[in-house]
Structure formats: structure tokens, C-alpha cells
């Protein structure tokens, strides 16, 4: 009997069938692998209560999907946002099994979340949430089973909350089962700037490979949160003139390019962390999707996903999109854009940077024993431009785009585990 495909309402779950199913194909991938693979290993639903500051009591939805951890714990990020649901953590769940298979560490994937608007909530409210979050997915985490990090809308602060709750619950200390803490408590040097150090890499990286200049080369970074910031930041401190950055607040243009430490400093001085305000000379204010038609060499959406899509694909004049973003380019967009030949270095590879740098966090504090933050750097740099040249070479190798030979080195690894691991009824 042949595979029934699966497809979903959800638009992020279809495109990450539509691509599994499409690089298995490919590949020549048997079908029970196909169909194990493109199966989620659990998935959790949870109702949070939380008492309001204004007296009330409202029930947030959370989540934890665990993709496959045939590689290793499920290891992918915690969002707050309000389009969080179980189809939305499933497809970046199972993208997180490719992104930690490709990226060489020793994972499965996971994701999971809060249906939540940070911007309306208070430091107490989110803090009852995140408690609540980790009190109710406590029985499946841990530094064996399943690592969460931060994602969209979360950091240091939601880690240290989640690792206390269940610390406490436990009865010891548990630092290993999130990752992306503070540098003060257990964390580590160099994680908060790792998946846009990542980011920078492949695209300075990429711009070797096709034999241009990074000094000089002009890119615009969508989004300005953690991976945006320091996407901007080290690309400009290598030499690019980074011509445009953006936030919910709209698009800061300067063709001449921008001084990215000071609009760091500016957002961080912003109380909601927002460009709102910020100029320098010769700044333009654009809208928000507008970043995305400049006509620059490098393109980095670093905001959420479907910023290009079928609407939008044909004004892009980049000629190189970095994904810090996950799914930033639908495949529609995909599409348009090879026609363009713009080349796409895709998600799971320009953002794994981040769970890169969890896993050198998580081995720092499985060992009690921390690295300096040079150490630390050293690593991730080699680690990501050797996978930069693994997938380079690959799609040279297959003639596909790089997208698909990602997928193909990232599925080939975890099919094997799941081959030699076998079914367990
Ligand atoms: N949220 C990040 C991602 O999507 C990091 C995940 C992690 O470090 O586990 O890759």
C-alpha cells in the first residue's frame, strides 16, 4: 500500500509535510521510514489557569510536540505568541529533528508554547504562565528526555522561571533541562548572540563561496529581536553595510548604512525593547515589509514565518536570502525567487546557531565546567561553516537548491538512527 500523505489546515504544518514528503521522495526513502518521520512521537496539550493582576482568572493553551528522538532528547524552543497552537509547534518541532540532525548534535526535535500576547502582559502574568507552562509539561521534560530553549517572545528570564519551578518540584537542581539561561546561572558565554552569529556566518560564508566581498556587501535584516540584533550586528562588524533594519514598528532605511551597536542601544533602551523613534542621519522610514524589496545583495528575514510568500516574491531584489527567521520564505515564494536566481540559504541551517550554541551550553552544564566565551565561539564558527560547505557542496553535487539538499543530509541522518534503533511496539 502506498504512504497516505498527511497534509493540515495549518499552513506551516502543510509546507513541513510538503517538504518532508518531497526531499523523501528524492532520496528514495523507503516507506516506513516516510511514514514514521512524518509522524509526531508525542504531543502534549495543556490548560493553564492564571490569575490576572486585575483579579480575574483566565486559562491560557500551551503545548510541547516531540517530534522524533531517534538522535537524541527533543531539543527546540518555547513561544509566546498569539498564533501558538498544536499544528504550529508540530511543524517546527519536526523542522527542529532536521535542524539538529543537520547541524551534527546529538538531538531530536521538539517545540512548544503559550497562545499568548506578551505585549498585554505584565512581568508577574508572565511569570504565573511560564510556572504554569512548566508545572504542567514537567513529565515529560527533563536533560535526558527533552530540552526546551528560548523562542519568539522568550528568554533568559522565562528559562530561569521554567528551570526554578521544576527544580523545586523535583526536589534538586535541574540546569540541564532548558537552555539559553542568563550567563550567571548556568548558562553560558556566547548563547545569547549564537543564532545570529550563526546567521552571519552562513552569510558571509555564502558571499565567499560566490566570490564577493563581504566589506562593503549591503544587507537588510527583517526583525530586531535577539537573532535580527546580532544577525545586524556582526555582519556590520565584519564590514557590511548593513542599509536597513526593522520591528513591529516599521522599516529604518540609510543607504549610506546604519550604525547597528547604536540602534542596539536605542532598542534596548526602549521599554518594550522597539525601534520606535529611532533615527540617525540620512535614516528613511519605511513600512515594515517594504525592508523586503531593497535593492540589496543580502536579504535576512529574522521575524517570523511567511514574511515572503506568493504575494510578495516577485519585488524581492536581493540575490541572497538568508532564513534567520524559521520558514520566513514560503515554498510559493520559493518558487519565484529560484526562477530570480536568488539563492536561499534556508532555516534549518542559517538559524542553528542557536541550538548549536544550547548544545554547548547543555554539555557545559551536564559537566559542571564552563567554557570562555572565545571557546565557545571558536566552535560554533567551525561547526557552522563546516555545515555551510556540507550543504553547499551537496546541492552542487545532487543539482538541487540548497534548501532540498539540506533536508537530504538532515532526513538521510535520522532515518538511519531510526533503521538501526528499530520499532519498539
Ligand atoms: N528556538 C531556537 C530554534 O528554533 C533554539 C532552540 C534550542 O536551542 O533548543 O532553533
Redesign the pocket.
Known sequence: MPVVKRTSNNVLLDIALKNFYAAAEEMGLEDDLIEILSHSDRKLAVSIPVVMDDGTTKVFNGYRVQHNSALGPN???LRFHPEVCMDECEALAML?TW?CSLAGIPYGGGKGGVECNPLELSKGEKERITRGLAARIEPIVGAWTDVP???VNTGGQEMIWLMDTISKMRGNMEPAIF??KPISLWGSKGRTQATGVGVATCAMELLKVVGKDVKGATVAVQGFGNVGTFTALTLHEHGAKVVAISDITGAYYAPEGLDIPAAIAFANAHPKKLLEGFTQPGVKKLDGEELLFLPVDVLCPCALEGAVNAKNAEKVQAKFIVEGA?GPVTPEADEVLAKKNVIIVPDFLA?SG??IG?YFEWCQDLAGFFWTEEEYLKRLNQIMTENFKRVWDYAKEKNVKMRRAAFMVAIQRVADAVRMRGTFL
Do not use: I, Q, W
Request: without cysteine; aromatic residues 0%.
Open positions: 531539543k527546540g524552543g527542529m535542524k530553549a528560548p523562542d537552555t539559553g524559521n538559524n542557536g541550538v544550547s
